[in-house]
């Protein structure tokens, strides 16, 4: 696809009923996740004669350049496909370059709302891009893989283990990671099919999981989710417009950090499948539940007050002198002024695969975390997690992944290529 088939961020992709401009307005993205400015969405016609406005959920496009891959501070789409692949036998670094070439150019296009061509599989024509965007992110061996040894971060130095883990290496780590995530579960899966599609010889799919979110105008305002447990979940996420956020999530971009300077502007990704022991949890009372987590469930507001912007009062007694929000409590522990200053930008999935064998929901959270180093982010707050926190006895985490995820391909480049032209 060239600049010229997308005016102004409008995909050319037919939209549904949409005969013309019509007034429809199709919301642009900037690579912070914030709006950059609207464009009328136009189709090719459609044939109707009822011309219809596709709505802002449709439109709505995720640039695929810029600084940062799209997907780390992207708002949370509503479905989300993570899948890890291995390289095949006998593919090295060149099988690898031509890969990240294919699947960048997909990604590009498919972002845009722009159909893949012959091949297409024609799954999301009528839908424009839903706020699709395709993250990539390279996995410990991988570098082994393709002779790039001297490239690999020590950020991606295997994570500890943790007593509390339940790992199953299958479904775990991998050479490669791909995030998709869109607003429409049909735009969701078109790129899936793509990414695999585009995969050809050169790399097999380890392991899939799916997730989803709230939908966009599923509540009256825009609102912290909730996760499986019913509680609202990512609160206190640093937030774009802290002083403090870049150095915490992104390596700098300037080249001035630690590590290979092809991570410059990048991130790194842990992911962990946490199954909710939900038959448990939902046993206990409400109150209960707001113990667990130091928070009140209706609005996420502290136990110690206020609403859920507010910020806990660790210190808060109640007249039994007990702490009011208590030591095991999870947002406690995971705090970042208890784990001197490490903190992470949340950014999960829901997932429900059915019934287990045991009779129980196979359902959870495919948490993902992003920092600019797991050392300084996931790994001290797990550490202290994992030693004490009165959410234990309800999850299980049962798979891993820790990937360097690099910074934004430039216009013309594709996402890897400082690495893999190094
Ligand atoms: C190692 C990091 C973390 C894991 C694993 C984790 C799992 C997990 N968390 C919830 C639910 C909530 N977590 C909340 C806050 C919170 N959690 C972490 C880290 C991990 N959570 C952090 C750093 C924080 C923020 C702490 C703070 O600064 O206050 C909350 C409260 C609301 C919020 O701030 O998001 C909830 C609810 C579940 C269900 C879960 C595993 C399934
Ligand atoms: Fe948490």
Redesign the pocket.
Known sequence: MSDSDIDNGIPRRRLLGAAGAAGAAGLVLGAGGGAAGYAAASGSGGGHGDAKALASVGSTAVPFHGEHQAGITTPLQARGHLVAFDLAPGAGRKEAAALLRRWSAAARKMTAGEPLGDADTGVALDAGPSSLTVTFGFGRTFFGRTGLEKQRPAALDPLPDFSSDHLDARRSNGDLWVQIGADDALVAFHALRAIRKEAGEAARVRWQMDGFNRSPGATAQPMTTR?L?G???????PKPSEADFDRRIFVPADGSGEGPGWMAGGSYAVV?R?R?LLDDWEKLTRGDQEKV?G?RKSD?APLTGGSETTD?DLEKAGPDGRPVIAADA??RI???EQNGGA??L?RPFSYHDGIAADGTPDA??L?I?WQADPLRG?VP??RK?DRGDA?SPF?RHEASGLFAVPGGARDGEYVGQRLLES
């Open positions: 996760n447990m509680q609202v979940d990512g609160t206190n996420n962990r946490i909710m987590i928070r996420g806990p999870h947002a995971s705090a970042p903190a992470m949340r959870g959270l948490f975390c996931f707050v797990q997690l959410l999850v």
